[in-house]
């Protein structure tokens, strides 16, 4: 018997803690195909071990049992290596939230497991022996990423299509089936590796998906070498980039500073003067009041007139703050957008999509009675405003402001009518020095593709980019760094299949493999 096999037959035998502990190293191994280490095989390469484990335990009793501590392994341990950056955001305020830390960068990825452990379950209960069973663990896993990304608030992070942010050519095919249509094919391709098995010997598929992937690759690296770098005639963007910590940010004592940061960054001169100034989510010491009795909005005085000053001249400031609404009985915080020129604000919207534990907590009356709080915001968290919207920009195509966090849900980042340019303000000093803000970056890009709309992005301390509709980085400013960003708007390519579609092209692809795994399936005999 080939080497192979034997390999293949002893993970198939492994029981207890010996196969959960397998099932933890192979999904952290996983986790290093994502930003930033790129091992992209290291991911692919852990689906056949994870799916011989789990046709070892459906030939025990209690299969169900078994795939579900199988799954939840793999799945800890790839949410516990490529999610450890979530344990910074403890640490801004590390007196009131140190202590949670341990619990977080464990009990987080422990509770997200519980989506692959019901995907074991899942192919465990609809497998059947054969060559067919790769096609039910690519529907089981690929319908259970869509969930992870759409139930309970969803945490689209790290699922498998962004493996390929090693390579552009590759991403581009997001643009025709979305992140979650080349996460599928992903799962299918690295199951199918299974069947490279002597005792399988079938060849067929796995050799199909290195072949279709190849024409993935060669098709984007086409697209990218006939793409137009035009741009957005008389738009100029500033970004600017203050690299404020959150401790100096919220100190009274340093509001000046802060401020004039923002202002010595918006006015330095530049070869070409900018018309469009982009400052990051909640830049501004400045929170917005509306009163009980006119419902007006108003900024305090220092604020409105160091706004008029940057937005003066007919220069547009787009920026993120902090709002507070106030009536007779409540007082609400909002993670707000808002846009002004020549001091006159012209549009403002609220975060509506807010970061669980982050900006709000979930069962919060019994997690409050545990000491536990939300990590920004005020006593009782923030409040979420409506769905995306488009905005009317002077003197820019209408844009779509995406807060931190917005903008890593597919087919939910544009408002109605299409804009021509998106804008994601954020502040990734929460997410840690490398990993949160590059896997952060790389979610951005894809989102570009997918819509065929470029972004600008404001990061208070990076990365600050400016990303063309093929999410090609035009612009750009590192981590840590202070400073400013200028750079035309790149122009919008027409909606793309996966804009004018979205999650519909991602089902499509789920019945098929739903219906490859009830065909017959031939075998090599050589």
Not at 369 to 391: D, K, M, N, R, Y
Request: with cysteine; aromatic share 12%.
């Amino acid at each position: 018997m080939a080497p192979l096999q034997r390999f293949a037959d002893r993970l198939r035998a492994l029981r207890g803690w010996r196969r959960l502990g397998l099932s933890i190293l192979v999904g952290a191994l996983g986790a290093l195909g994502f930003p930033p280490f790129y091992l992209f095989p290291l991911l692919v390469a852990g689906y056949p071990v994870l799916l011989l484990l789990l046709d070892g335990a459906a030939e025990e009793p209690r299969p169900l049992r078994h795939a579900a501590a199988i799954g939840w392994g793999y799945g800890f341990g790839l949410f516990f290596v490529g999610l450890h950056w979530i344990g910074y955001a403890f640490l801004v305020n590390a007196e009131a939230h140190a202590w949670q830390m341990p619990f977080a960068i464990v009990l987080f990825p422990a509770g997200l497991a519980f989506f692959f452990a019901f995907a074991a379950m899942l192919y465990v209960a609809l497998r059947r022996a054969g060559p067919q069973r790769v096609y039910w663990f690519t529907f089981s896993f690929a319908l259970t990423e869509w969930l992870r990304g759409n139930i309970l608030t969803g945490f689209p992070w790290n699922i498998p299509g962004y493996g390929w942010g090693i390579s552009s050519a590759l991403l581009q095919t997001t643009s025709l089936i979305g992140v979650y249509g080349l996460s599928l094919l992903t799962l299918l391709l690295g199951a199918s590796l299974v069947l490279l098995l002597p005792r399988e010997r079938v060849r067929t598929l796995p050799l199909a998906m290195v072949v279709l992937f190849l024409i993935f690759w060669s098709s984007g690296a086409a697209r990218l070498s006939g793409a137009d770098d035009a741009t957005v005639p008389n738009v100029q963007l500033r970004i600017v980039q203050p690299a404020t910590s959150q401790r100096e940010k919220y100190d009274p004592a340093l509001r000046a500073q802060n401020w004039q940061r923002l202002v010595d960054l918006s006015t330095a001169p530049a070869d070409v003067a900018p018309t469009h100034i982009i400052w990051p989510e909640a830049a501004v010491p400045v929170f917005g009041l509306i009163g009980e009795s006119d419902g007006q909005q108003r900024i305090d005085l220092e604020g409105q007139e160091i706004i008029s000053g940057v937005s003066a001249q007919g220069r547009v400031l787009l920026t993120g703050a902090v709002k507070i609404t106030q009536d007779a009985t409540a007082r609400a915080y909002f993670n707000s957008f808002y846009m002004f020129r020549d001091g006159t604000l012209l549009a403002g919207s609220d975060k509506f999509h807010l970061v669980p534990f982050g900006e709000y907590l979930p069962l919060e009356r019994t997690l409050q009675s545990w000491g536990l709080t939300q990590i920004a915001g005020g006593v009782s968290g923030f409040s979420e405003g409506p769905g995306p919207q488009t905005f009317a920009v002077p003197g820019a195509p209408p844009v779509t402001p995406l807060i931190c966090y917005e903008v890593v849900f597919p087919h939910a980042v544009t408002g109605t009518p299409r804009p021509g340019w998106l804008i994601n303000l954020t502040d990734d000093t929460w997410f840690g020095p490398n990993a949160g803000p590059l896997q952060h970056l790389l979610i951005v890009r894809v989102r570009a593709i997918e819509e065929g709309l470029p972004i600008a992005r404001a990061a208070n301390a990076g990365i600050s980019v400016i990303v063309d509709s093929y999410g090609r980085i035009r612009n750009r400013l590192e981590l840590g760094e202070r400073g400013m960003l200028d750079g035309p708007l790149p122009v919008a390519l027409p909606p793309t299949l996966y804009a004018r579609f979205g999650e519909i092209i991602f089902f499509v692809l789920v019945f098929l493999t739903l219906g490859a795994a009830f065909l017959p399936h031939r075998v090599n005999r050589a």
